[in-house]
């Protein structure tokens, strides 16, 4: 395979933002994916939504398992620290990184075989421990790198790109998270953009365990008649529950537009994406009426996007453990091992 590197130069008139840093300078090498996959506008969506906040790219650490989407931290934030982990482990590996030195800013991308068949016991642990994360999922249905079975994310009933049907019933990743504590919980669709961006740039100040749940068709094996992950099916079952600009939570802002309202968005090949406005009686805070209200829509066959449950104040796993303010990668021998005296007091206080 022909490797093609991006230039280097950048127009000396292109935008910087308040670090100094063009949106060029948030990129990553060209995409070896498939043309038109969903994944690659997901990567476009975080390289808009990072440059937006100002992040310097060296505060960024960014971590991925196995799979057609844990490739892509390759192709956003060149210059970001980054690790690629074992199939289905990238929760742990980001958790114990997290612990080690909680200045970064740490981006988990996995996908549903990553996350929702090896990983989902790390998915789990992750969620309900409250490590401070933006933990993305770009969800397709298939195993894209395994030419195309179904994934556990795949509906019952869905058929696969040879006509097999699937049935077995899927794991909703949306509704494990709000189950296990997850303090900011949202869906999106990787064709509309606009919807995207404010939702990655809530996640990465909401300070929690931030999960997204982004829908992302395989253009090879899974964007068929037949199949709920295609752009057709998600474009015609879409149920927005809110058409939002970046909401930041510190302080909080609330936005209520209209109930009842539609607003049509482009879409990259010409279509039209209809998003319905924020219902009247739709509550972001209540994390059982969101569960209620995506199981519900599921029933009907219906895809529920946008910000789903936020829990504002949310305390993360170092507050949990009562770690040093200070990053342990920071601390001395002095701090690290502090004596037998002090081991005794604390083994004593542990009776």
Known sequence: MTYIAKPRLHHPTLARNAVGYTRRDYEGKISTLCAGCGHDSISAAIIQAAW????????????????????????????SHGFNTVHGR????????????????????????DSASIGLGQFAHSMRRGVNMVYIVENNGVYGLTKGQFSATADRGSTSKKGVVNPDAPVDLVGLAL????????????????????????????????FIDIISPCVTFNNHVGSTRSYDYVREHNEAV????????????????????????????????????LHADYDPTDRVAAMNH???????????????????????LHHALGTTARPLNTLGEAELCPGSATLAKLNLGLR
């Open 294 to 316: 995506v199981l519900a829509h599921q029933a009907k066959g219906e895809i529920v996007t946008g910000l789903l449950f936020v829990e504002a104040g949310a305390q993360d």
């Open 52 to 79: 937006e906040l100002d992040i310097a790219p060296h505060r960024v650490a960014k971590l991925s398992g196995i799979g057609c989407s844990s490739k892509t931290p390759d192709y956003f934030l060149g210059a």
């Open 242 to 277: 809110s058409r939002i600009d970046f909401i930041d939570l510190a302080p909080e802002q609330i936005a209520e537009p209209g109930p009842g309202e539609v607003v049509e968005v482009p879409q990259p090949d010409g279509a039209m994406l209809r998003l319905r406005k």
């Open 90 to 113: 990238m929760p742990s590996v980001l958790t114990g990184a997290n612990l080690a030195n909680r200045e970064l800013l740490y981006l988990g991308v996995s996908g549903d075989g």
């Open 179 to 210: 189950q296990l504590g997850a303090t900011y919980v949202a869906r999106g669709f990787s064709g509309d953009k606009a919807q995207m961006v404010p939702l990655i740039k809530g996640a990465i100040l909401h300070g929690g365990a931030a």
